[in-house]
């Protein structure tokens, strides 16, 4: 490298590494906000974190960023770095295109906004208080559209949207995706629907003891792998995964006192996800490399670990015997295929983060088309409500008794992420396309399972996955791996094996 | 106020609030890091400690700020603003004066060096390793050495750091006022040295379960008037109390297993600086003068409610059946005087945390003789360990058995704070002297008390101490409370009577 790039290279590094560190703070304060802080330092708190996201912005969009930008994106400087170096450059500069359309004292108002939606979203929901969320959700709408204006729309303004969580998704595309998949799907739905084959869950509606859960709970990740010295588990409302450093990978679950499988699967979820941010090698640390290369790349890590993982015959058999000796009052009548069987029940419901393997991907296809309406024919946000439940009784056969168990159930809108929930139905199909070249690489896959023994497993995705953070694209992971682009049918045949054989069907 | 004035001020405040954002979030970094931060997120997070922290004072020493100081602080513009406004300059331009004469990179180091140090503090402390803290400490004193050339020492180098802490406080006023307190103390601790008639503590060294212990603090910090929607409790090594805003005021305690007192007098400790905070004017909100108004008047507070208050025959009237509801098995065969008579050992111990009252004020002796030895005489760091266990044989009969119990006791010079020491006995002295007046105004005192009743106490307080923060400074505060400046011999009189009557001597 000539000494003229060396130093210019160097300081691109810092700015980037105090980027970094603006953004550690205001992670935490969310994260914060989220697990514990008072309500009376909400307000304030959210006026903080406007103001330093703020400061970031302008180190993202400042003059020295353009002019190292300017300097390290040409042919023949970038011809002196590595694949990695060149793969940051290109990062950057596309958030540096994206950033400098954006007036910054709209990006504070847009940070400061959905801070605080967020905290209030909690009481809306639980309030059922539809009326409160809307002139929060109706601004924040109010300024994506504005951004999409900023930014220049693509094919259709949702599209801008998509595209910021999974590069070069479209809405043409989406649609296709989900339309071959759904007509594979619908059929099994219907067997499943009709089939007199239907597993049971007598162990439910007893008290589960949260301090039992939370055992389970953390003994699992630590099953799997989660490093508790670079993260924690925590309880909130909606479970999460933040990432403040790379070796502060932080994970939320929630515990509900008559099941506890949803804390076991929102936990393993949430795992996946940390796994995945806390094996990025260390020297993509401090740049914007060192993440998940996409929501949809990230999706399908939590969801491997959370269903092919651990809604399968072969971890029941591992880890049955051990979830009885944390409840056995419980479940002293309850066999491992029985437990098994319950964990993997089909069955229309109203919440997303609840929903089986199998309808989730309606949950996520009502959402994907509400968004599509919001932003490309200008749905109002006053009739979201009504919208939702008419979609809800359309897909699933079901109307919300009130908004709370309805169109308040999701944080995501009040945080502004718009384009987000299709990453979830992704994330399911990358999980079935790359976990079939995975049992082809690893053959002893369900013995290993058996065992409890995930070392072989995680090495393999640190290998192909994880390590790479963003220095490899989605599409470029997959077809690395898979060696063909994103291919719905592998989840559809996934799905298709394993609830043929649960409902004898 | 002139058009141009109310410009000014304008900008001077939205600048005042947005140091205040980086502090909000370094802060609860700082909690973190003490509260549960992963380790291997530490090193990381020091260094974005240190970054935010270098961004703040370079907006503290910035040419705006310069500039709007320079507009305000003229007696003309000065003439515009109330007393408030006017304090406010004048502070911030102290800040200002002293922060600009330290290079930036200097602070830099210094911050991430003392967050890097407070960190790995805990474990020095745990393996007795003063070898491993040294290198540190060392460099820490060599930065403080630097900044006091910076910033000019006065008639001592020592001098220089006393006044941050404590403004106008010097070592001649310190040694005639602790020389005058100890001639006065010591023939007490000798009487009862002597006294046959000593408490005892039949019921430690049992084990008491530490989800009790917390309930029972928790229960007093309600008590007591701790807003727990602008606050929360945490377990440290070493308890503390943190602002993070004006609505969120959090405080941390320890538990030990066989004494449930340790826990109890620190919360109460420290929900006596959080009543400080939670209770200085909204109006101060934002700008430097929200907080309280020196270390020592902050320390006054946190010592009346947990010795004037805490370790009154009054208080454990009220509330000793509500202790031994919570530890029915091992206080069965205790009396409520029994207690507070065990509550008011006086014994010559090693841990200034956990020492008594009347003893408490030697353990701040010892640290404020080796703080002026080390500024002022240069004292090498490699003799910490051996001047501390002579100071100790020599004033408290006592040998460290190691250093953990010895020099590596105190988080504080770990954090830089040099100084800060004195504060505490600085506390100990003006609580008692405010108390003298507090109970003339207040002749119900000890009624109220024994009601459980502190609303009246609390409001007295507020309206003296708390409402103002830093808009009164600390000589003015105990002038306009009591009449007359700074005088030890209220403490001493307090604890006269006190032990006395405990010791019967």
Known sequence: MKQETAEQWKLFLDLLRKISSYQEAVSLMHWDLRTGAPRKG??????TIGLLSTEAFKLQTSPEMGQYLSYLNHDTVL???????RRLVELVQE????????PPEKYQEYVELTAHAETL???FKENNDFA????????????????IDYWGPKDTRYDTLLDMYEPDLTVEKLDQVFGQFRDRIVPLVDAITSSPNKPEAPFLNQLYDKGQQEKIGLFLLEQIGYDFEAGRLDETVHPFEITLNQGDVRITTHYLQDDPTSSMFSTLHEGGHALYEQN????????????????????????????????????WTRYYGE???????QLKDVTAEQFYRAANRVENSLIRTEADELTYNLHIIIRYEIEKMIFNEGLPISELPKVWNE??????????????LGVLQDVHWSGGSFGYFPSYALGNMYAAQITNTLRKELPQFDGFVEEGNFAPIKEWLTENIYKHGKSLKPAEIIMNITGEPLNPDYLAAYLEEKFKAIYGV
């Open 79 to 85: 011809g002196e770095l590595d694949a990695t170096g």
């Open 323 to 329: 979830l009885q000796q944390h409840f056995p009052e």
């Open 42 to 47: 909400a307000e304030a708190r959210s006026e």
């Open 95 to 102: 958030e540096y295109d994206r950033s400098v359309k954006i």
């Open 391 to 404: 979609k809800y009784k359309a897909y699933l056969g079901l109307t919300p008794p009130n908004d709370g």
């Open 121 to 123: 979203w909690a009481d």
């Open 132 to 147: 409160g969320f809307e002139p929060y959700l109706t601004r924040i709408v109010e300024l994506t559209q504005e951004f």
């Open 280 to 315: 990025v090698s260390p020297e993509l640390a401090g740049t914007p490399l060192s993440q998940g290369t996409s929501m949809g790349i990230h999706e399908s890590q939590s969801r491997f670990w959370e269903n092919i993982i651990g809604r399968s015959q072969a971890f």
